[in-house]
């Protein structure tokens, strides 16, 4: 058995004269969980629908688990679980009724089907409401069951868009720990996300892709560390102007400057050392109320590498 | 994939379209009730084009001009009443009918005498198709009298052997194209909105991301959609059958030929609700496909009489292959060149070409998220 399950190696997919992914490889390795990270319009769903087989790159390779995409979708498919981001669910449907219905679907055998839905449901904390519709569960609930369907045919890959997008904090934190359960069983998990915080909590490593091109690829800490080790947030009287943002920015080990609402961010390498300068130069011109030192954020990470916000 | 792998997909994308159908009323009662619509306004617009509204003035009322009037109402072309000269003009003139015929007041005894006579014929040529009709029959009506009323002076009478076993009515005849109509509608009407729906609630992933055969889940929606295009189907036949009283010479023709009616038109209504991916553009293309099909399949008379351009139109339609042989379960007769083992081949090849067109706009158009 490989110990790859994606590999792309130089996707390039174009509609018309505009090109969504241009020269993509990258590799998700079995049993890990992998972000794919990028704003809007950034490539990331172009990327997902060539991967599930629903669209066809126009030049390049893709081999999922072990099997060419353009040559066998069928099979691939079978051991590939999905989770759209608007859960796909039959809403006039119960949800014992869309599970047997996904069942059909992917042949699982009716022996042992109810005794496997009832199991995953249990999990889910959705029993329960086992002959209820659909439409009558929240968000958080409809997240959860279509989770469940998707783990109904046991797959190799699971496949998270958005996994707890719109659900309440108790229902994200529920899903974040059933998608860590899966890893631990040996799924491997792949997901699209627009929150960092769920990127960073979750994944093992995290791909950043904007205008079609991959901008970073590693885990989440290392992404991190290679904006920066420490991030200084001061605010000062007067607030600082732009002689001072020049004069910190030129010092050794100082990475980034922004001056906004009467404070000033600095994100520094090198420690200490360095960031005893940073105050020291702040000092000789401003008068500082107040200092906070934190590691960088993705966000931040984020920002430094695509130019926009996640959420734009 | 084995048939049993296929069976089973098939039984659960119909099962789910079915139960989703039922749990939507609004969209179940328009599936049922535009197709029967659809046929009461069309049979509606055949009674009232059928005859003309005329009343009869008679000046006369001796036996020859009472024969005169009988022979107009033999004429099929009119519907006759008496009235007096005042209310008849005062009916013309509100619009309420289209011709007041005069019979004079010496019609008996002019004909006794061999005198021309000149009868009076007022139309309201508001509407050509009515005043032509006027035009045509009196004339007619005219012939008719003295062929029965003097059958020695008449020495040219027309000598008319039929083709058909039987005379058809023009109602009769149109019902059966208009359930033709109906059926087609209903059909697509199902097709597409299930179809559709699956795009709008965005369903159709379920579908696209699961290992199945394109071709069994395409069955599997038309199946689903046949539950309720059938039960309008039923309808159709029961209004047809019942009050309008046109029975079918052969009723398991009107079985076989039905199911294969709505299987055709249902991949086409699956195609179609691929391609649109909304119920509200639909259901208006629905019904906009089957009006200019419906008049050029030959819903009048057979198709070949349509004339070079809409007889070749008439040709590649579906619905003309439908309406013969709805024709010949109904009537008992062919209106078509070909036998009803050609319209059977024609349907089922469409229905499968369409099932297979439709795998194969979901394999590329697919429902990529």
Redesign the interface.
Same mark, same amino acid.
């Given at each position: 058995m490989t110990e790859t399950a994606i590999e792309l190696i130089g996707v390039t997919k174009r509609f018309g004269s505009l090109t969504a992914i241009d020269d993509l490889s990258l590799r998700v390795e079995r049993g890990e969980i992998f972000g794919l990270l990028g704003p809007n319009g950034s490539g990331k769903?172009t990327t997902?629908?060539m991967i599930?087989g @629903?669209?066809r790159p126009t030049s390049g390779a893709i081999t999922v688990l072990g099997i060419n995409m353009l040559t066998d979708p069928?099979?691939i *498919?079978?051991s590939?679980g999905?989770v759209?981001?608007?859960?796909?669910?039959?809403?006039?449907?119960t949800a014992e009724?869309n599970l047997?219905?996904?069942a059909?679907?992917?042949?699982i055998p009716r022996q042992d089907l109810d005794k496997r839905i009832t199991s995953l449901l249990e999990l889910a904390q959705l029993q329960e409401r086992r002959k209820s519709r659909v439409s009558t569960f929240s968000g958080g609930m409809k997240r959860r069951l279509a989770l469940v369907r998707a783990l109904l045919h046991e797959p190799e890959l699971l496949y998270f868009?958005e996994p707890t997008l719109g659900v309440d904090v108790q229902s994200r934190h529920a899903l974040w720990d059933r998608i860590l359960q899966l890893k631990e069983h040996g799924t491997t998990v792949l997901i699209t996300s627009n929150y960092l915080e769920e990127a960073n909590a979750l994944c093992d490593r995290l791909a950043i892709i904007d205008r079609g091109r991959l901008v970073a690829l590693d885990s989440p800490s290392n992404l991190r560390r290679s904006f920066g080790d420490t991030v200084l947030e001061m605010r000062t009287r007067p607030v600082p102007g732009e002689e001072i943002v020049r004069k910190v920015r030129a010092l050794p080990g100082v990475v980034s400057v922004i001056a906004s609402d009467g404070s000033l961010k600095v994100t520094v390498e090198g420690g200490a050392d360095v960031t005893g300068k940073v105050v020291t130069e702040v000092v000789r011109w401003t008068s500082l109320e107040e200092i906070q030192s934190r590691e960088p954020s993705l966000d931040e990470v984020f920002l430094s590498l695509t130019g926009r916000e996640l959420r734009e | 994939m084995s048939l049993r *792998?296929n069976l089973?997909?098939v *039984?659960?994308v119909a099962a789910?379209d079915i139960? @989703?159908t039922l749990?939507?009323p609004l969209f179940a009662i328009i599936g049922v009730l535009i197709p029967i619509n659809f046929l009461l306004l069309f049979l509606l617009f055949a009674l009232s084009g059928g005859q003309a509204p005329v009343a009869v003035v008679m000046n006369d009322r001796g036996p020859l001009a009472e024969q005169f009037v009988q022979a107009m109402n033999n004429s099929q072309s009119f519907l006759i009443h008496t009235a007096s000269p005042a209310d008849a003009e005062r009916e013309i003139r509100s619009g309420s009918i289209v011709a007041v015929i005069t019979v004079p007041q010496d019609f008996d005894a002019a004909l006794a005498a061999k005198r021309r006579i000149d009868l009076p014929v007022e139309v309201n040529n508001l509407n050509v198709d009515f005043t032509n009709d006027i035009r045509r029959a009196v004339p007619l009506s005219i012939t008719s009298f003295y062929a029965d009323a003097f059958p020695e002076q008449v020495v040219v009478t027309a000598q008319e052997s039929d083709v058909q076993a039987h005379d058809t009515g023009y109602v009769p005849y149109l019902a059966v194209s208009i359930v033709v109509a109906g059926l087609m509608l209903a059909s697509l009407l199902q097709g597409s909105v299930n179809t559709a729906r699956d795009y709008e @609630?965005?369903?159709?992933?379920?579908?696209? @991301?699961?290992?199945?055969n394109r071709f069994a889940v395409g069955v599997g929606k038309m199946l689903g959609a046949a539950a309720l295009a059938t039960a309008s189907a039923l309808l159709l036949l029961a209004v047809v059958i019942l009050p309008i009283g046109v029975h079918p010479l052969h009723p398991l023709e009107v079985l076989g030929f039905g199911l294969l009616i709505i299987a055709a038109f249902l991949a086409l209504g699956v195609l179609i609700g691929t391609l649109v991916r909304r119920r509200q553009q639909a259901i208006p293309l629905s019904i906009a496909a089957v009006l200019p099909l419906f008049f050029l399949s030959g819903p009048f008379g057979p198709a070949n009489w349509l004339g070079d351009v809409p007889g070749a139109i008439a040709v590649v339609s579906p619905l003309t292959y439908a309406i013969a042989a709805f024709q010949h379960a109904f009537h008992g007769y062919q209106t078509a060149p070909q036998d009803l083992t050609a319209d059977s081949i024609v349907l089922a090849a469409f229905t499968l070409v369409t099932v297979a067109l439709t795998a194969f706009v979901f394999g590329r158009r697919?429902? *990529?998220?």
């Open positions: 769903t997902v629908n599930s @629903l669209s069928r099979r *498919r079978r590939l999905t759209p981001q608007e859960n796909a669910l039959y809403e006039e449907l009724a047997r219905f996904h059909d679907l992917f042949d868009d | *792998r089973r997909v *039984r659960a789910a139960r @989703l749990r939507e @609630l965005g369903t159709i992933k379920e579908l696209a @991301l699961a290992p199945v697919g429902a *990529r998220h």
